[in-house]
């Protein structure tokens, strides 16, 4: 299997998380091996992760890998590419999310 590489579209996502004063202490670190897992192909067996099942769902579905039960990293994967690639969505923290009453 190839190596995915990240789209260049996904850099400033990962730029603005990395920059912002959200990530707790080591989530840069799992972030960056989220990203590396998924560019060697062994991202399935070393995180939890769901794939959006949605009636309404696109050709190209969102995939959200967990590394730690509240952080998030969202993923599109676009295998037709040459070589094939990775668009990265966005990261994020449930617990920065807002309450729902």
């Known amino acids: 299997m190839a190596e995915l590489r990240l789209q260049p579209e996904s850099e400033p996502i ?13 989530d ?12 060697n192909g062994t991202w399935r067996t070393r995180w939890s ?16 890998i967990r590394p730690r039960e509240t952080l998030m990293v969202l993923v ?3 295998p037709a590419e040459e ?12 617990a920065d999310l807002p309450d729902e009453d």
């Open 14 to 26: 990962l730029a603005k998380w990395w920059e912002s004063a959200k990530p707790r202490e080591g």
């Open 28 to 39: 840069q670190q799992l972030v960056c091996e989220v990203l590396r897992t998924i560019t």
């Open 49 to 64: 992760w769901t794939q959006d099942l949605a009636d309404d769902q696109p050709i190209l579905p969102v995939v959200t």
């Open 76 to 78: 599109r994967f676009w």
């Open 83 to 94: 070589p094939p690639e990775f668009q990265l969505i966005n990261i994020f923290d449930t």
